[in-house]
């Protein structure tokens, strides 16, 4: 019977609500899904090193923990080890969609009337973020920040005009040139026929 490895990775504790939100847990590594397949692919094998290698600042510790699965032969292929820079980073990716999915929230309630403040308080309590994890004020001035970059990334796309077009194809208006042989080969066999 094959067997299941289980990963606990630490994470901050609105990441664990985010992902607890939309996963189960544990969740199975694989290749799909951004949080799954971000772990799928952060996986290496297990090195041997010294203790006094190992130093106290490779370990991170952000407060709370998430638990993966991997299979046997994922953890065969991969290995079952995920660094410490890893760990930040996926602590940082998945803030990142926390990030986006609140934008895209609140600019498209914000289109059907509804008020900035209230979405933020909403989106949070949608997830149960609460003040300590991700602060009302924090979320806010973000959003505000990530409208002016979009605003300036729309100003940017419209002052752009191409100097000259690039065409990689080349265009052929003749007809296409059939070997004789070929066309011999395919007269008589329909002629036979």
Do not use: C
């Not at 292929?77 to 760990?87: D, E, F, L, R």
């Not at 979009?150 to 265009?171: K, V």
């Amino acid at each position: 019977m094959a067997k299941d490895y289980l990963i606990r990775l630490s994470v901050y504790p609105y990441v664990r609500k985010y992902l607890l939100f939309h996963y189960s847990e544990p969740f199975f590594v694989t290749e799909r899904g951004f949080a799954p397949a971000f772990i799928y692919n952060a996986l290496e094998p297990i090195t041997k090193v010294n203790a006094g290698d190992f130093r106290k600042k490779d370990k991170v510790m952000y407060g709370d923990f998430v638990g993966f699965l991997v299979g046997e032969g994922t953890g065969r292929k991969k290995g079952i080890h995920i660094s410490s820079n890893n760990v930040k980073l996926f602590n940082d990716v998945v803030l990142d969609v926390i990030h986006d999915e609140m934008f895209k929230l609140i600019t498209s309630l914000k289109k059907a009337g509804y008020q900035v403040d209230d979405t933020i308080r909403e989106f949070q309590a949608m997830y149960g973020f609460t003040e300590d994890e991700l602060p009302f004020e924090n979320l806010k001035r973000w959003y505000y920040r990530e409208r002016i970059r979009h605003e300036n990334r729309e100003d940017e796309r419209r002052s752009i005009e191409p100097q000259f077009t690039l065409n990689f194809f080349e265009e052929v208006k003749e007809n296409p040139h059939i070997a004789d042989m070929i066309f011999n080969q395919t007269h008589l066999n329909l002629l036979s026929a």
